[in-house]
């Protein structure tokens, strides 16, 4: 068998890794992303005024359940126990900034539950302006921070 970091078994295929002889750690990850958005939504947002309620709580509790289903949404993820999930939405003058950290005690961490929360919240946040701004995409999607585990602490640049 493989080492216990591959993905890929003897002989060449796609398999979870073996994480049950890996210590239980605090695992923490970060990361963001952003929604471009047109100046007419931003007002909009702004003022509360959307057809479709209020995206920015409804992008939050998107983000919240994604990172609880990322498994079911990436093959290869393990379903770990979510500890914790913060969602920070700041409209900008551009479009909206999404934040998400995600915290758990478990054997591998949580960089794709927090990718996967901030791509869904701005999933949600498009779905609920896309009648008033057909052009609003998703961009910078990335991993921030991380810590736990063996190799301890990272931070983007």
Do not use: Y
């Not at 796609?14 to 890996?22: G, I, N």
């Not at 993820?77 to 500890?83: E, L």
């Not at 949580?110 to 791509?119: I, K, N, Q």
């Amino acid at each position: 068998m493989s080492e216990i970091s591959s993905h890929l078994n003897d002989k060449g295929e796609a398999r979870m890794v073996d994480v049950s002889a890996k210590a239980v750690t605090v695992r923490v990850a970060r990361a963001e992303g952003f929604v471009a958005i047109s100046a007419d939504v931003i007002a909009l947002l702004r003022r509360g005024d959307l057809p479709k309620g209020d995206a920015l709580a409804v992008a939050r509790l998107a983000g919240i359940q994604a990172a609880k289903r990322t498994p079911d949404l990436i093959p290869l993820c393990h379903p770990i126990s979510i500890h914790a999930v913060d969602i920070e939405l700041e409209i900008m003058e551009k479009g909206v900034s999404i934040k998400a950290e995600v915290r758990t005690a478990d054997r591998t961490g949580v960089e794709m539950e927090a990718l996967t929360s901030v791509a869904v919240a701005g999933l949600a946040l498009i779905d609920m302006i896309k009648g008033k701004d057909r052009d609003a995409h998703i961009t910078d999607v990335r991993v921030t921070h991380k810590s736990g585990g063996k190799s301890g602490e990272w931070n983007r640049g």
